[in-house]
């Protein structure tokens, strides 16, 4: 068969609202993140990364090296931005299978919220590891839309969430979203017996199950394979099944971290916060018009059955929590909220098939197009952010060589010892709100690991950075303590081959 039969073929295949979904996605994702597409953008991570094997084994993240080498090792901001566009307009035509979505204008409004949610920005400003996230996104729908839809499809889900889970875990929530929503819709608006019902969470939680545990025995053989040990980032070498213990301590942090998403901080009100409000209004309202046009009420175990899921929702976006207690919730880990926003989109297209509603139905629509814009906005104001943090560091650093380059004894100089760290060191986002990672106020760099990065990297020059043991030894001498702080003219000096830097009274 020529390749021209071949595609004449696929074509043919390929449903019209797949089309939609697909395009709609990638096209609006292109338009709204155009400006990180062609910008080099970095965070105090991306300092290390101008070409690193993504070999994060230590992190739990065991395929990421593989899911993160098919746009090579390198941070292109258009290579690594346009298969990440391409992996999340691909998770668009998996959910328009999985909630069955047929209207062109319920596949639009999805495809903007998908293709604007806040995560993906902050994924986008972590370039050099985006394009393998997004893919572990687009294998965790995969995973759930196998399973759903083919009598053998458990087994390969439980393959796409082994590598999803291994390219980047915090994706488990959203295939576990996903399943919740597809759960809602079933139970208020499908004739599905449950007895079908409970054979597909059967096949969900066996996929689930057998999935993680796929992805736990991956981890343990490559760690022994490479010699490698669990870091402690993130909790990574305290995950385990939950305890009791570690339930009553996961619930109200997981509750936590659902309200102060949407709401918080609470002394602080913008649009952000105000569509929140309308979305949860829209939800009550869309759930007891669910339940009058059936008369859902009188089936007590449906009923049961519905309210369960709606009390999950807030786990299911924290589900890592439940995991391990020392995790950190930031925007990367945050994609299974976005589901939030798309289940009333959902429920006003069944509306249209089942009864008129057209109050409501504009309703939704109208409050989804204006956070989708607002979403666009809160990206872009993002990347101003970034783009000015960076040209800050940029502007510092070409100081910082020239102030050293003057210095005697220059010629000598192989290593970097930078003393102290600015104020915002341990400052990793900025909360417009949402609390938006990858981005900060200050300088990307801020210690001394960040500047031998950045300068050899950027700059051209070759330094070293020096042991923690030798920073120690070289900032408690009289000569370092008699240093003012940067850019004071003592806050330099070269003793021997090492160039020292004073920005803090830490070192």
Request: proline share 3%.
């Given at each position: 068969?020529?390749?021209?039969?071949?595609?004449?073929?696929?074509q043919k295949?390929?449903?019209?609202?797949?089309?939609?979904?697909f395009?709609s996605?990638?096209?609006?994702?292109?338009?709204?993140?155009?400006?990180?597409?062609?910008?080099?953008?970095?965070?105090?991570?991306?300092?290390?990364?101008?070409?690193?094997?993504?070999?994060?084994?230590?992190?739990?993240?065991?395929?990421?090296?593989?899911?993160?080498?098919?746009?090579s090792?390198?941070?292109?901001?258009?290579?690594?931005g346009?298969?990440?566009l391409?992996?999340?307009?691909?998770?668009?035509?998996?959910?328009?299978?999985?909630?069955?979505?047929?209207?062109?204008?319920?596949?639009?409004?999805?495809?903007?919220?998908?293709?604007s949610?806040?995560?993906?920005?902050?994924?986008?400003?972590?370039m050099?590891?985006?394009d393998?996230y997004f893919?572990?996104?687009?294998?965790?729908?995969?995973?759930?839309?196998?399973?759903?839809?083919?009598?053998?499809g458990?087994?390969?889900g439980?393959?796409?969430?082994?590598?999803?889970y291994?390219?980047?875990?915090a994706?488990?929530?959203?295939?576990?979203?996903?399943?919740?929503?597809?759960?809602i819709l079933?139970l208020?608006y499908?004739?599905?017996?449950?007895?079908?019902f409970?054979q597909?969470?059967?096949?969900?939680?066996l996929?689930?199950g057998?999935?993680t545990?796929?992805?736990?025995?991956?981890?343990?053989?490559?760690?022994?394979?490479e010699?490698?040990?669990?870091?402690?980032y993130?909790?990574?070498s305290?995950?385990?099944?939950p305890?009791?213990?570690?339930?009553?301590?996961?619930?109200?942090?997981?509750l936590?971290?659902?309200i102060?998403?949407f709401?918080?901080?609470?002394?602080?009100?913008?649009?952000?916060?105000?569509?929140?409000v309308?979305?949860?209004?829209?939800?009550?309202?869309?759930f007891?018009?669910g339940?009058?046009a059936?008369?859902?009420?009188?089936?007590r175990?449906?009923?049961l059955?519905?309210?369960?899921?709606?009390?999950?929702?807030?786990?299911g976006?924290?589900?890592?929590?439940?995991v391990?207690p020392?995790v950190?919730?930031?925007?990367?880990?945050?994609m299974?909220?976005s589901?939030?926003?798309?289940?009333?989109?959902?429920q006003?297209?069944?509306?249209?098939?089942?009864s008129?509603?057209?109050?409501?139905?504009?309703?939704?629509t109208?409050?989804?197009?204006?956070?989708?814009?607002?979403?666009?906005l809160?990206?872009n104001?993002?990347?101003?952010?970034?783009?000015?943090?960076?040209?800050?560091?940029?502007?510092l650093?070409?100081?910082?060589?020239?102030?050293i380059?003057?210095?005697?004894?220059f010629?000598?100089?192989?290593?970097?010892c930078?003393l102290?760290?600015?104020?915002?060191?341990?400052?990793i986002?900025?909360?417009?709100?949402p609390?938006?990672t990858g981005?900060?106020?200050?300088?990307?760099?801020?210690?001394?690991?960040?500047?031998?990065?950045?300068l050899?990297?950027?700059?051209?020059?070759?330094?070293?950075?020096?042991?923690e043991?030798?920073?120690?030894?070289?900032?408690?001498?009289p000569?370092?303590?008699?240093?003012?702080?940067?850019?004071?003219?003592?806050?330099v000096?070269?003793?021997?081959?090492?160039?020292i830097?004073k920005?803090?009274g830490d070192?």
């Amino acid at each position: 068969m020529l390749p021209e039969h071949f595609f004449e073929k696929i074509q043919k295949k390929i449903k019209p609202e797949w089309r939609f979904a697909f395009l709609s996605t990638f096209g609006l994702g292109f338009l709204i993140h155009l400006y990180r597409l062609v910008n080099p953008l970095l965070t105090w991570d991306s300092l290390y990364n101008f070409h690193d094997p993504q070999n994060t084994i230590h992190l739990g993240r065991c395929f990421l090296t593989l899911t993160c080498g098919i746009s090579s090792y390198y941070d292109l901001p258009t290579v690594n931005g346009l298969l990440s566009l391409l992996y999340i307009a691909l998770t668009a035509v998996c959910l328009s299978e999985i909630f069955e979505i047929r209207s062109r204008l319920s596949l639009f409004l999805m495809s903007g919220i998908l293709a604007s949610f806040p995560t993906a920005a902050s994924t986008l400003l972590y370039m050099y590891t985006a394009d393998g996230y997004f893919l572990a996104m687009l294998l965790a729908a995969l995973a759930v839309l196998v399973t759903l839809k083919y009598r053998h499809g458990l087994f390969a889900g439980m393959v796409l969430l082994c590598i999803s889970y291994g390219s980047y875990q915090a994706y488990i929530s959203y295939a576990v979203m996903l399943i919740l929503v597809w759960s809602i819709l079933q139970l208020l608006y499908e004739k599905t017996a449950l007895k079908d019902f409970f054979q597909k969470i059967g096949r969900f939680v066996l996929m689930g199950g057998c999935g993680t545990a796929l992805y736990l025995i991956s981890f343990k053989l490559l760690s022994a394979l490479e010699h490698i040990q669990a870091s402690d980032y993130q909790g990574v070498s305290t995950m385990k099944l939950p305890g009791i213990s570690d339930l009553l301590h996961a619930v109200p942090s997981a509750l936590t971290e659902f309200i102060y998403f949407f709401f918080g901080p609470l002394s602080r009100i913008n649009l952000f916060k105000i569509l929140n409000v309308l979305l949860f209004v829209l939800l009550f309202l869309l759930f007891i018009l669910g339940l009058a046009a059936d008369r859902l009420w009188k089936d007590r175990l449906r009923l049961l059955l519905l309210v369960i899921c709606y009390v999950l929702l807030p786990f299911g976006c924290c589900i890592i929590y439940f995991v391990t207690p020392d995790v950190k919730y930031h925007m990367l880990m945050m994609m299974g909220f976005s589901l939030i926003y798309l289940l009333p989109i959902l429920q006003s297209d069944r509306i249209c098939q089942t009864s008129l509603h057209p109050a409501m139905v504009w309703t939704v629509t109208l409050v989804a197009l204006v956070t989708v814009y607002n979403f666009a906005l809160i990206d872009n104001i993002t990347y101003l952010h970034a783009k000015k943090s960076y040209e800050q560091t940029y502007a510092l650093a070409v100081e910082m060589a020239d102030r050293i380059e003057q210095t005697d004894g220059f010629e000598n100089v192989s290593k970097l010892c930078v003393l102290g760290h600015f104020d915002d060191a341990d400052s990793i986002s900025i909360n417009f709100p949402p609390n938006m990672t990858g981005i900060k106020e200050g300088y990307i760099a801020t210690e001394q690991n960040h500047f031998a990065a950045f300068l050899n990297t950027y700059l051209g020059m070759e330094l070293s950075g020096c042991t923690e043991e030798e920073a120690v030894t070289i900032g408690n001498s009289p000569e370092s303590q008699s240093m003012a702080l940067w850019p004071a003219a003592s806050s330099v000096r070269i003793e021997n081959d090492t160039v020292i830097i004073k920005i803090g009274g830490d070192s």
